[in-house]
């Protein structure tokens, strides 16, 4: 138990659906984090929100939109996605703002996506 | 931007061997050289990491070298165990930015 709860931990949908991933952090952190994780390729950072701010969107297309209604939860709503987006998308948080920033990332178990 | 080679790939060890990986990063002026392991079905979890000012650390069965001059750094778990099987990723962190390998598939074979 990393203290990063992710939800629903898979999720099938069609092209037109639309979706939301969840992630709740009880851990105080400050800093919250979506990566995409693919299958052969390093970890894709998507959006980094730091004190509930959006600081970074990584060139992530406008059909991923994240949501940070406060330092605990995360969300990242799914609209007419592509096959291509089929994933593990894992949510992270840290004690400190800022990607990495020398300090522990602590992850969630992820969301299984899969774009019929 | 910052560039993180991993290698090999997969790795398979006899039970109570010893396991190394390694990686190597482009960006000099990265610091900071973490490294996760993830198991099946669960997300990645910090297991080490080391410092730019740092040569060598240790953590009971598990050690981390970073060479800056040669720009690379390697995992070493000793006494492997069948627990140890699992995906191991290396990342480097600098400009404010935390670089990931592309993973190893480590399998300890009992």
């Known amino acids: 138990e990393t203290g990063v709860t992710q939800t629903p931990r898979h999720l099938v949908m069609g092209m037109t659906n639309k979706k939301s991933l969840k992630c709740e952090q009880h851990?105080?952190?400050?800093?919250m984090y979506w990566y995409k994780q693919s299958a052969k390729k390093p970890l894709e950072l998507m959006f980094v929100y730091n004190f509930k701010e959006q600081t970074e969107n990584n060139s992530v297309p406008s059909r991923f939109s994240p949501e940070c209604p406060n330092s605990s939860h995360l969300f990242l709503h799914l609209h007419t996605l592509q096959p291509e987006d089929s994933a593990l998308y894992l949510c992270?948080?840290?004690?400190?703002?800022?990607?990495?920033?020398?300090?522990?990332?602590?992850f969630g178990e992820g969301s299984r996506l899969t774009v019929l | 931007g910052e560039n993180v080679e991993q290698h090999p790939s997969t790795l398979s060890v006899q039970e109570g061997d010893s396991a190394v990986i390694k990686c190597t990063y482009s960006?000099?002026?990265?610091?900071?050289f973490p490294w996760y392991k993830q198991e099946l079905g669960k997300g990645p979890q910090l297991i080490i990491d080391i410092r730019s000012n740092v040569g060598e650390k240790k953590d009971q069965r598990i050690a981390v070298t970073l060479n800056k001059t040669a720009k690379h750094f390697s995992l070493h778990i000793t006494e492997t165990q069948p627990e140890d099987s699992a995906v191991y990723f290396c990342a480097a962190h600098g400009n404010n930015r935390l670089a990931f390998g592309k993973g190893n598939q480590v399998v300890v074979i009992p």
């Open positions: 992270a948080s840290s004690r400190q703002p800022g990607e990495g920033n020398t300090g522990e990332l602590f």
């Open positions: 851990l105080g952190h400050n800093a």
């Open positions: 960006d000099s002026a990265s610091n900071y």
